[in-house]
């Protein structure tokens, strides 16, 4: 037995397994929700639209 | 006090009754007055350090039940329902929708000052687990489950109502905060206990937690908080949501691992070790993808910080958020970790962590979100610019006196001809320096909670103003 094949070790394979699943899940599911596409930047535009209404523009801002 | 309206501190009429934000002023004028109180007992163990007898005979205020008082104030009394507060402002903006429940959110604030006023009473009164960031003792750490449950359902049920079906990334690093805190906190305040979990077992556990409450719990949480406030206190699109999404996911991949690296060169096995060092050297890799975003968007827009209270707190946390997250990968090395390891080093690294970015992002927050949901202008711009001014240049004390004294202790310890009574008489200067810094830190919370407290005291008798046109880039 070395420090490869210590049962406990076994736990930690375990964990990285599940991360490993998960990060693959969540990257396709990501990819059909178009995080990652054309629109992946529409809600940083968004934002600045919510209910709030927006800060008045600063004179020397830049439009 | 005339105020003129500025662009950190605008009210906005239009719209605003939609949210009744009931629960956002009770989570945040709350966190603010425990800032200020345990500011106080900060205060008192950093005068301890250089005066160690002073106040040494009172049982309520040494030093054993000071410091829990002190760690756990800030983390849970301050920041944590700062960011809480922050969080119930945010989700439901970025969803469109109202909080699900403001009655539930309300009941939650009045859990969660309960359990702060609890947990003072208890600390002080020398209850507690003996554990780091766990000290509470058990029913006051179920009571937190309890409270963190109830806000968990309002932010997912708020998300899971929201009109937009893409999320902003704040609502990922809000909903990775709420899940993560969930396990982490189970982990540090409860595994810890269960039967058999002793000695080298416990301290790993204990040090998966404390180093993923700030990794996993108040980084997120901070990071939510920026990504949100930054674009909407400069008016300028974050420059890219693609980007932040990867930081956000290659952060929840990666942080989880690190703890261990507070037991280099410990009774632990190598390879837990070399694991922890691996991934915190892999943090890198999450950080410059939020620090690169951040920095990009304010591109052009760098005069803003002028005039801009909320913006000069949330980019000095990004400068501290850059800073820290290369010390913590870089003393995570075996070879740094020998001489810096349980040093001074050590609370100057977490100081700028928890202080310096993730407190400047959520003192941010609350600059900008106060005048809005009451209606009204800030208090005082000068007293804001003060504050941040008192914050920038007492933690930059404290912070660089903790690392450089803390390298000078390492290669004291490291000496075995110095005796190690030596490297404490050695080290008072240092320890008076950070004494210094934190009375301007201090001066900083205070006059913070002034102006806070007066912007939602004073608030009905200001003049609010209606919403002046807008233009977006």
Redesign the interface.
Known sequence: MN??T?VS?YF?YFLFFL?ACG?IF??VR?LK????GS????????????????????P???? | MAVQPTIASAPVVAGQDFHQDTTVKMFLLGAVGYFAIVGIIALIIAAKFVWPGFLGTISYFTYGRMRPLHVNGMLFGWLLAADMGLAYYIVPRLCGVKLWSEKLGVATSILWNIIIVSAIFSLLGGYQKGLEYADLPTPVAILVVIAWVMFGVNIFATIATRKYQQMYVSTWYLMGTILWTAFVYLTGNFATLLPGVTGVNQANLTWMYTHNAVGLIFTPAGLAVSYYFIPRASNTPLFSHKLSMIGFWSLAFVYVWTGAHHMIHGPISQWLQTISIVFSVMLLIPVWAVVYNFIATLKGQWHQLSDNISLKFLMSGTVFYLLTCFQGPMHSLRSVSAIVSKTDWIPGHAHMAVLGTFSFMAMAGVYYVVPRIFKTTLHSEALANWSFWLFLIGGLGMFTSLWLGGFWQGWQWNNPAIPFIDTVVALKAVWMVRFLSGIIIFSGIVLFMFNILSTAIGAGQRQTIAQPATAKA
């Not at chain 1, 929700?33 to 990652?36: F, I, M, N, S």
């Not at chain 1, 020397?60 to 439009?63: D, I, L, P, Q």
């Open positions: 420090d490869a210590y070790v930690s991360l990060a969540f990257f990501s929700d178009g995080y990652l629109d992946s930047e529409e809600p940083k535009y968004r934002m600045l639209h919510d209910d709030e209404g927006d800060l008045p523009t600063h020397r801002r830049m439009s």
